[in-house]
């Protein structure tokens, strides 16, 4: 199991939300890029990155400062946020990106995720967040009409490999994982799992890969100090996924 450590972007820096309220954005490293380097030194193969001002309107925002990380870090960098036309997904993989994250325009616009994986295959991976199990669109400020597992099973479907699955709810609040619906979209597709949003301790990573997920994203776990990114890796296993 991979463990991905997250660097969220706005405004240029490295911030959290407290459940997805950008109202609560505060900074939490001073550099994404000694960041970067701090997480490859404590074993880690790949990063998460989201650029919540694109995310917000809806458009590549940082994207300079994303492929400078993924040019200089030695990572694999996983990148989602704003990133709503096939201009865009070509221009970051092209460019460095190993993997791009789409989320709005799975609900929205399914025929781009399409066009997406049949040109791109296993460098996409959709982004599903969910508060009360219904899937969130446009940076979390929306609500659909989607159940998390219908539209899982929709993206299987059009042969998407990877599913990021965040309970919005649990999001930087290091109250744990949400094991319920992690299970129940583990067991309902075949897609790799990645579990994200409210991973507190060791105790979160051991369970995960005791269900087989293929990773986990470590966000406020790792700033706070209630979780050891070297720990984790080495509690994960082989993170050449």
């Known amino acids: 199991m991979i463990v991905l450590p997250a660097i969220d972007i706005k405004d240029g820096n490295c911030v959290r939300l407290y459940k997805g309220d950008f109202s609560t954005v505060h900074q939490v490293a001073k550099s994404p890029f000694s960041t970067a380097a701090q997480f490859k030194k404590d074993g880690a193969v790949w990063i998460h990155m989201v650029d919540l001002d694109g995310a917000k309107d809806a458009r590549a925002v940082n994207s300079s400062l994303f492929l400078e990380v993924a040019k200089t870090s030695g990572l694999k960098v996983e990148l989602g946020g704003g990133i709503r036309d096939m201009k865009t997904i070509e221009y970051y ?9 789409l989320g709005s325009v799975a609900v929205k616009n399914p025929q781009l995720v399409k066009e997406a994986v049949k040109q791109f295959g296993e460098k996409i991976a959709v982004g599903i967040d969910a508060k009360n199990e219904m899937v969130a669109t446009e940076g979390w400020l929306a609500e659909s009409s989607v159940h998390y597992l219908t539209l899982a099973k929709e993206m299987e479907q059009i042969g998407v490999k990877y599913i990021i699955f965040t309970d919005i709810s649990k999001d930087g609040t290091l109250e744990g994982v949400n094991l319920q619906q992690l299970a129940a979209m583990n067991q309902a597709v075949s897609c790799n799992i990645i579990a994200s949003g409210g991973v507190k301790s060791i105790l979160d990573i051991q369970a995960c890969r005791r269900m087989g997920l293929y990773g986990v994203i470590c966000g ?22």
């Open 93 to 101: 993989l092209e460019n460095g990106i190993s993997r791009i994250i």
């Open 220 to 241: 406020k776990s790792i700033y706070s100090g209630s979780l050891s990114l070297k720990e984790a890796v080495e509690t994960a296993g082989d993170q050449r996924c």
